[in-house]
């Protein structure tokens, strides 16, 4: 008796407005998605930016979410560049006009389309950083910060489109 008294109970909390997936994210009824690949426009950002970004979307959405995954055309869609990629100073050390930090930037553009509800698309801009010493070189620990960057902007993307926030 208790089991079904939890079910039914479980069911009414799911049946509130919208269609939202066990993990949390509002599909609108959307089964697939697809990611195109963000293509880095930022001088100085390489290809494998951009790739790195959009696998993690990718990995990101499918892990969040039940939508599956299609090469193109899913009903809903990511899309969208790499438009800034810059190292800056983010810290001087005390008393000194040198740097004791840098910082990479990281904004990604992005065009978000539902292809069942049209109200629900939009396009935006997204924003991270990840501070490094400034004794280091970018190529050495720019792997680590784009994991980084990446784990930060890919959850505001999904926040901002299937977290419905």
Not at 121 to 145: Q, Y
Request: aromatic share 12%.
């Amino acid at each position: 008796m208790r089991h079904w008294i939890f079910l039914a109970s479980f069911l009414a909390m799911c049946s509130g407005c919208g269609v939202y997936t066990p993990f949390g994210a509002q599909t609108g009824g959307a089964q697939t998605f697809s990611v195109d690949y963000f293509t880095p426009i930022a001088p100085l950002a390489g290809p494998e930016v951009g790739q790195q970004f959009t696998e993690a979307l990718k990995d990101l959405v499918q892990r969040q979410s039940t939508l599956r995954w299609v090469q193109d055309g899913g009903q809903i869609q990511f899309s969208g560049r790499i438009i800034d990629y810059k190292v800056t100073t983010s810290a001087v050390a005390g008393g000194q006009e040198v740097a004791s930090q840098n910082r990479l930037t990281v904004q990604v553009q992005l065009n978000y389309v539902h292809t069942l509800d049209s109200d629900l698309n939009f396009e935006r801009t997204f924003s991270r950083f990840a501070d490094f010493p400034a004794t280091s070189d970018l190529f050495d620990v720019e792997g680590e910060l784009m994991e980084e960057i990446n784990e930060q902007l890919t959850q505001e993307v999904f926040n901002a489109s299937l977290g419905n926030w």
